[in-house]
């Protein structure tokens, strides 16, 4: 039902085309990796299913709870429960953590119901110590200004900690990989194994097998030159990563 349905996307950058006619469905409780070299448009893909105004699609319909997204704006995006971590996540300073979850977690709560008026402080504060506690960080992290002088670990543990504060019924992470030492990498995706499940679909976009050790997919998809050009389940990444792309590439030029 809550499935994410993505039909014959086409997306410019500017005047360049990216993605060129990309099919993709995103399954509620399902594990999706999202696999491909640099620079084929992976990025682009989780951009323009967030909404972002640079990314332009010129075609194609992208379907969420019997809706096309792409009439709705980023903020409405989000608050029907889709989420994108960011590969390069953008500093707020000025705003601390813990008032940016809060007031993130308000808005989502309002979209669902509208007399909601707001999570209590105590229990905010409670369901963000038992969310940092799940993704091992340190709850003086919830006082710190957004993304502001953290490290590219401490930036990739804060957007998976939005994603275990907000739970998503669909979420995008974006290379969370990038960046982590083999610990972090560890301890970010038991976060997000423990918050998988029926009600939550999760895209994981990366070039690198290695994640996927941590998070296993249900299946995975190779995008390659603005498609995807290959399906298959866990097996597909293993031979990836012995094979590389090249096979893909005559395989799909043949
Ligand atoms: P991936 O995430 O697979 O590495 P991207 O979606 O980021 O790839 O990029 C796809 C293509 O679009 C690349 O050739 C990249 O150089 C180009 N591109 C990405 N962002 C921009 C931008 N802001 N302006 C111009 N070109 C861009
Ligand atoms: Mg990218």
Redesign the pocket.
Not at 15 to 34: F, N, P, S, Y
Not at 152 to 163: D, F
Not at 193 to 200: C, E, S, V
Not at 228 to 236: A, D, Q, R, S
């Given at each position: 039902m809550s499935d994410l349905v993505i039909h014959n996307l086409h997306v410019n950058i500017g005047d360049r085309e990216v993605l060129k006619g990309l099919d993709l469905v995103i399954e509620q409780g399902k594990v999706h990796a999202l696999m491909g070299p640099n620079g084929n448009g992976?990025?682009t893909l989780a951009y323009a299913i967030m909404g972002h105004p640079a990314y332009t699609v010129t075609a194609g319909e992208i379907l969420f709870k019997g809706q096309n997204i792409l009439e709705l704006e980023p903020d409405q995006r989000s608050r029907l429960g889709i989420f994108l971590a960011f590969?390069y996540p953008v500093a707020i300073p000025g705003v601390s953590v813990a008032n940016f979850l809060r007031t993130a977690l308000n808005s989502r709560r309002k979209a669902v119901n509208p007399e909601d008026k707001g999570i209590p402080i105590p229990e905010f504060r409670r369901l963000l110590r038992e969310r940092m506690d799940l993704l091992k960080m340190d709850h003086a992290f919830a006082g710190r200004y957004l993304n502001d002088g953290f490290s590219g670990g401490e930036k990739k543990r804060a957007e998976v900690l939005q994603m275990a504060t907000l739970r998503p019924e669909i979420a995008i992470l974006?290379?969370t990989d990038s960046g982590l030492d083999i610990d972090a990498l560890r301890i970010v995706s038991e976060g997000v194994n423990a918050l998988r499940g029926p009600g939550m679909g999760v895209l994981v976009i990366t070039h690198y097998q290695r994640i996927l050790n941590y998070i296993k997919p249900d299946y995975v998809h190779i995008l390659l030159n603005g498609s995807i050009v290959e399906c298959g389940g866990p097996e597909l990444a293993l031979h990836l990563e012995e094979h590389g792309y090249d096979w893909i590439r005559e395989k799909v030029n043949s």
């Amino acid at each position: 039902m809550s499935d994410l349905v993505i039909h014959n996307l086409h997306v410019n950058i500017g005047d360049r085309e990216v993605l060129k006619g990309l099919d993709l469905v995103i399954e509620q409780g399902k594990v999706h990796a999202l696999m491909g070299p640099n620079g084929n448009g992976k990025s682009t893909l989780a951009y323009a299913i967030m909404g972002h105004p640079a990314y332009t699609v010129t075609a194609g319909e992208i379907l969420f709870k019997g809706q096309n997204i792409l009439e709705l704006e980023p903020d409405q995006r989000s608050r029907l429960g889709i989420f994108l971590a960011f590969q390069y996540p953008v500093a707020i300073p000025g705003v601390s953590v813990a008032n940016f979850l809060r007031t993130a977690l308000n808005s989502r709560r309002k979209a669902v119901n509208p007399e909601d008026k707001g999570i209590p402080i105590p229990e905010f504060r409670r369901l963000l110590r038992e969310r940092m506690d799940l993704l091992k960080m340190d709850h003086a992290f919830a006082g710190r200004y957004l993304n502001d002088g953290f490290s590219g670990g401490e930036k990739k543990r804060a957007e998976v900690l939005q994603m275990a504060t907000l739970r998503p019924e669909i979420a995008i992470l974006d290379e969370t990989d990038s960046g982590l030492d083999i610990d972090a990498l560890r301890i970010v995706s038991e976060g997000v194994n423990a918050l998988r499940g029926p009600g939550m679909g999760v895209l994981v976009i990366t070039h690198y097998q290695r994640i996927l050790n941590y998070i296993k997919p249900d299946y995975v998809h190779i995008l390659l030159n603005g498609s995807i050009v290959e399906c298959g389940g866990p097996e597909l990444a293993l031979h990836l990563e012995e094979h590389g792309y090249d096979w893909i590439r005559e395989k799909v030029n043949s």
